[in-house]
C-alpha cells in the first residue's frame, strides 16, 4: 500500500506531464490562469476600495474643511457685529473695557487697522460749491477677519463683506436719515472710529477713547435748523460701492462714485421751495438784468396752452415776466403779460408794450407809464429759487458709468458718443416699458447739418447726460415722439445755431427739459426770418447773485415754453410761454434730492487692540 505522501507526489506528477504535453497552456480547468485572473480580480478590488476611499477621504475632507470655513465667517460676522454695541458700553461708562473672540481657529487672520479708510464732511455753498466748513475729517478705521482671499469687516459702525469682485453690507452703519415726507429732514451721524496700533490676533480689547459733538455746536454757526447750503458726506474705504449702495438707499439720492480713489459721495441739500415754471422768463440771479429789445422787428413774449392746443390756434397775452434783479424793456419790447421785478424795472421807450401789470421793488427812470395797460406799483416780493449744480452733476456721474447707462443696448452709441456716420445722419435712441432709459455722452453732443435725433418715448422716459455741451448748427433737429418726457442734464452750455430745431409735437413743452448749473450759458442765435433755431421745451438753469450763466435768445430766434436762468437778453426774438408748464414740478418727482434742515453729527473714537 502507498503511503498518503507517495499518492501526492504521483498526483503531482502526472499534472505535470499533462501541462507539458499541452505546450504549457492551460488545463481544461483553467488551473492556473484561473488562480491568476483571481489574484488580479483581488488586486483591483483592493485598488478601486482603497481608490474610493481615498476620495470619500478627499471629498469628505474638503466639505469639512468648507464647512469649517463657513462656520469661521459666520462667526466672525458674529463677532464683528457686535463691537459697535460694546464700543457704546465702554463710551457710556458702562464697562472700562470690552473683550471679544472674532474666531478661535487658526484658518483665518484678524486684523486691526487704525488708518483704513476715511470719511469726510463738508457744509458747501449751494451755487458755488465751495467748502464752507469742513465739518469732520478723519480715518474710519478697521476690524478685518480675513480668510482664502475673502473679508468680514468692521467699519464706521457696519459690518461689510469683500470677495474681491465686489462688497456688500452685512450690518448698516452709523448714518441715519428722516427725510421722506417730513417737515425737518434729518441726518444722524454718530460714527465710531477706531483708534490705536496696527496689530493682529482673535482676542480684541476695545477701550474708550473719547466722543466728540462736531455738529451742532453750541455758540458757533455751526446751528440748526441748516437754512441753506449742501452737505456732503464722503467716504474712501475699500467698501465704498456697498457704502454707495446704502447711502443711495437711505436718502433717495444718487451717489457720486470715484472709482480711482475707492470713494463714494452723496449730498444733501437744505430745503427751499421749488416752484413750478410759473411765467416765460424767470431770471434768478438778484444782481443781474433781463433785457427786452427789439431794432426793427420787435421782441415778444406771449403764451399759448399746449393742453389745449399748440401755439398757433391759441396765443394768449399770459406770457409775463419775473426776475430776481432788475427788468429793463426798451424799443420795440412786447410783453403780453405782467412784469414783475425784485429789483428795478425801467420801461423806457414810447414804442415799447406791456399789457399787463407792472410790479417791482425799485421803479426805473425815465418810465413810459402810458405804454403799461394795467396798473403799477412797487409791491413787488419775488424769491429766488436754489441752483441745481448738485442735481445734475450727480446725473452725469451717475450715468457715466457703464453699468448704470444703457447706451450698449442701442448701435447707434459707440465710445459713448453718437456715431451719426455710421447711420445715415440719422438715431433714434428707444425707451423701455417700465423703466427710464438712461443715456450718457463723454464729451459734447454736438449736430450739424442734416443730422436728426429722435427719441422714442413710446414705452416711458429717456434722461441723457452730457458730460459738456449740447450744440445745434444748420439744420440739425432733435425730436420727440411718444407720449413721454425726454430730459437733458448738462454740465457746460446750450447752443443753437442757424435752421436747428428742438420739435415735440403739439408744442408741448412739458415733454422735453434741458437742466444746467448757474454757469451754463444758453444760446438761440439765428440768421434772420425764416433761417433762425425753434425750440420746445423748458430750460431749467437756476442761477444766484452774480451767476456767470446766462440766457440769450437773438435774429428771431422762436422759443415755445419756458425758461429759468441767470443774466436775460433778449433781442428780436420770442418766447412763447407754454402754461401747461404750471402743472409740472420743474424736478422729476422720482428723482428728488435729498434733503436736509438738522444734522446731528459725532464721533465716539474706540482703541481697539488685537492678540
Do not use: C
Not at 447706451?407 to 447707434?412: I, K, W
Amino acid at each position: 500500500m502507498r503511503t498518503t505522501d507517495q499518492a501526492d507526489d504521483d498526483r503531482a506528477g502526472r499534472v505535470e506531464q499533462e501541462t507539458t504535453r499541452e505546450g504549457g497552456g492551460s488545463t481544461a480547468f483553467g488551473g492556473e490562469s484561473r488562480a491568476q485572473s483571481s489574484v488580479i480580480a483581488v488586486v483591483l478590488l483592493v485598488g478601486v476600495t482603497v481608490a474610493g476611499a481615498t476620495a470619500v477621504l478627499v471629498v469628505g475632507s474638503d466639505a469639512l474643511s468648507d464647512t469649517q470655513r463657513d462656520a469661521n465667517v459666520d462667526s466672525a460676522e458674529n463677532a464683528l457685529s457686535q463691537i459697535d454695541a460694546k464700543a457704546s458700553r465702554v463710551a457710556s461708562g458702562t464697562n472700562n473695557t470690552e473683550v471679544l473672540t472674532v474666531a478661535d481657529s487658526g484658518d483665518g487672520e484678524t486684523r486691526v487697522e487704525p488708518n483704513a479708510g476715511n470719511i469726510n464732511v463738508t457744509m458747501e455753498n449751494e451755487t458755488t460749491g465751495d467748502v464752507q466748513q469742513v465739518l469732520l475729517d478723519e480715518s474710519l478705521g478697521r476690524v478685518v477677519y480675513e480668510v482664502d482671499g475673502e473679508e468680514i469687516a468692521f467699519q464706521g459702525g457696519g459690518v461689510w463683506r469683500n470677495t474681491g469682485d465686489g462688497s456688500r453690507m452685512v450690518s448698516r452703519p452709523d448714518v441715519h436719515y428722516r427725510g421722506a415726507g417730513q417737515e425737518s429732514p434729518t441726518a444722524t451721524v454718530p460714527l465710531t472710529v477706531i483708534k490705536g496700533e496696527s496689530s493682529s490676533g482673535d482676542s480684541l480689547t476695545i477701550s474708550d477713547d473719547g466722543t466728540e459733538l462736531r455738529f451742532p455746536v453750541r455758540n458757533t454757526n455751526r446751528t440748526n435748523p441748516i437754512t441753506e447750503g449742501r452737505i456732503n458726506m464722503t467716504v474712501r474705504s475699500e467698501y465704498y460701492l456697498a457704502w454707495g449702495d446704502y447711502l443711495e438707499q437711505l436718502t433717495g439720492g444718487v451717489a457720486t462714485y470715484d472709482h480711482d480713489d475707492n470713494e463714494v459721495s452723496i449730498v444733501l441739500v437744505s430745503p427751499r421751495d421749488r416752484e413750478n415754471i410759473q411765467q416765460g422768463l424767470f431770471q434768478t440771479g438778484t444782481e443781474t438784468d433781463l433785457v427786452v429789445s427789439g431794432s426793427g422787428d420787435a421782441s415778444t413774449v406771449d403764451s399759448y396752452n399746449s393742453s389745449v392746443g399748440p401755439y398757433h390756434v391759441q396765443n394768449s397775452s399770459n406770457g409775463s415776466i419775473r426776475t430776481a434783479g432788475d427788468i429793463l424793456i426798451s424799443s420795440n419790447g412786447e410783453v403780453y403779460g405782467d412784469l414783475i421785478g425784485g429789483g428795478e424795472v425801467t420801461v423806457k421807450a414810447s414804442s415799447a408794450t406791456v399789457t399787463g401789470n407792472v410790479s417791482y421793488d425799485r421803479r426805473g427812470s425815465p418810465f413810459k407809464e402810458s405804454v403799461v395797460q394795467g396798473w403799477v406799483a412797487d409791491n413787488a416780493s419775488v424769491n429766488s429759487t436754489p441752483p441745481i449744480r448738485a442735481y445734475v452733476k450727480s446725473r452725469v456721474d451717475a450715468f457715466s458709468n457703464s453699468s448704470a447707462n444703457d447706451n450698449d443696448e442701442v448701435s447707434a452709441i459707440s465710445s459713448d458718443n453718437l456715431d451719426f456716420a455710421s447711420n445715415g445722419n440719422s438715431i433714434t435712441l428707444p425707451s423701455e416699458s417700465g423703466t427710464t432709459r438712461q443715456y450718457y455722452i463723454d464729451g459734447d453732443l454736438a449736430m450739424t447739418d442734416d443730422q436728426n435725433l429722435t427719441f422714442d418715448t413710446s414705452n416711458g422716459d429717456v434722461f441723457v447726460a452730457v458730460e459738456n455741451s449740447i450744440t445745434m448748427d444748420t439744420e440739425a433737429n432733435i425730436s420727440v415722439e411718444g407720449e413721454n418726457s425726454v430730459r437733458f442734464f448738462i454740465l457746460d452750455d446750450f447752443t443753437m445755431d442757424g435752421q436747428s430745431s428742438v420739435h415735440v409735437p403739439e408744442d408741448d413743452a412739458t415733454r422735453l427739459w434741458v437742466y444746467g448749473t448757474p454757469e451754463t450759458d444758453v444760446t438761440f442765435d439765428g440768421n434772420g426770418k425764416g433761417n433762425s433755431p425753434v425750440f420746445v421745451g423748458a430750460v431749467y438753469a437756476p442761477s444766484t447773485g452774480d451767476g456767470t450763466g446766462g440766457i440769450s435768445i437773438d435774429n428771431y430766434a422762436e422759443i415755445y415754453g419756458g425758461i429759468v436762468g441767470g443774466e436775460t437778453d433778449i433781442s428780436q426774438g420770442s418766447v412763447h410761454f407754454d402754461h401747461a408748464l404750471q402743472n409740472v414740478d420743474p424736478l422729476p418727482t422720482d428723482e428728488t434730492i435729498p434733503r436736509v434742515t438738522h444734522l446731528h453729527l459725532s464721533i465716539n473714537r474706540v482703541e481697539i487692540a488685537a492678540d
